[in-house]
């Protein structure tokens, strides 16, 4: 059964710095999301993303971050300049229309901002 | 905007007990619901959705669109349903969205043996 990937599995990085984090979606989804979760916190919605285009973001995905599908396959999450605060789990998502199907999630991308 | 809530942070139960666990929503429209559960080092995946009306692993959940609830449930609870479980809303079709899910704060639930 097809499955969505992230890589890496775990990133560390220092504050400032910039972190791209990777995902490929199931090959005939047409809809990406991202998530992320704060360790003890619930999974929150960053941003949606279709036809190359961010469809919908959150009040957090801010002017530090960018989406991406830079081919055919991946869809990335850019931080441009990493915080404290930014680290967390991150998971990538993605269904085929965005509503009546099923949104698979990815293994996750835990960020450690030091 | 829409709100998701699950009050119970831990659920502890025995083998063979019956479990529930709640989920109260808010939202004005109409919307999808539905339960995802993830077991210790796995990915997050579906369990179940309001508008499948099915049974997996023996959970059924029920959308009370009065009381604003799908609370999840099991008759006879395994140790293999110990997990997180999460419940989560999406806007439904005709309404504006391009598929955020809403989660709500999830549940541990531990079955002990």
């Known amino acids: 059964e097809p499955e969505v990937t992230q890589t890496p599995s775990h990133q560390v990085t220092q504050m400032g710095q910039e972190v791209i984090l990777r995902c490929v979606p199931i090959?005939?989804?047409?809809?990406f999301y991202w998530y992320r979760q704060i360790l003890g916190q619930k999974v929150e919605f960053l941003v949606s993303?279709?036809?190359?285009?961010?469809?919908?973001k959150s009040e957090i995905f801010d002017d530090q971050f960018s989406v991406e599908r830079p081919d055919g396959s991946n869809f990335t999450l850019k931080i441009r300049s990493t915080k404290l605060e930014d680290s967390a789990m991150y998971f990538c998502?993605?269904?085929?229309?965005?509503?009546?199907?099923?949104?698979?999630f990815g293994p996750g991308t835990r960020l450690t901002v030091t | 905007a829409q709100r998701v809530t699950q009050p119970e942070k831990l659920l502890s139960v025995f083998k063979g007990a019956p479990v529930e666990l709640k989920c109260n929503y808010s939202?004005?429209?109409?919307?999808?619901l539905f339960w995802y559960v993830q077991y210790s080092r796995q990915r997050l995946q579906l369990l179940l959705r309001h508008i499948s009306r099915e049974s997996i692993k023996g959970f059924t959940a029920d959308l009370n669109k009065g009381e604003t609830s799908f609370h999840l449930k099991k008759p006879f609870a395994q140790e293999e349903d110990s997990a997180m479980y999460y419940c989560?809303?999406?806007?439904?079709?005709?309404?504006?969205?391009?598929?955020?899910?809403?989660f709500g704060q999830g549940t541990i639930l531990t079955v002990h043996p």
């Open positions: 998502a993605s269904s085929r229309q965005p509503s009546g199907y099923e949104q698979y």
């Open positions: 939202y004005s429209g109409s919307p999808e």
């Open positions: 989560a809303l999406r806007v439904g079709p005709g309404g504006t969205s391009y598929g955020k899910l809403t």
């Open positions: 993303f279709y036809n190359n285009e961010i469809s919908e």
């Open positions: 090959s005939n989804h047409l809809y």
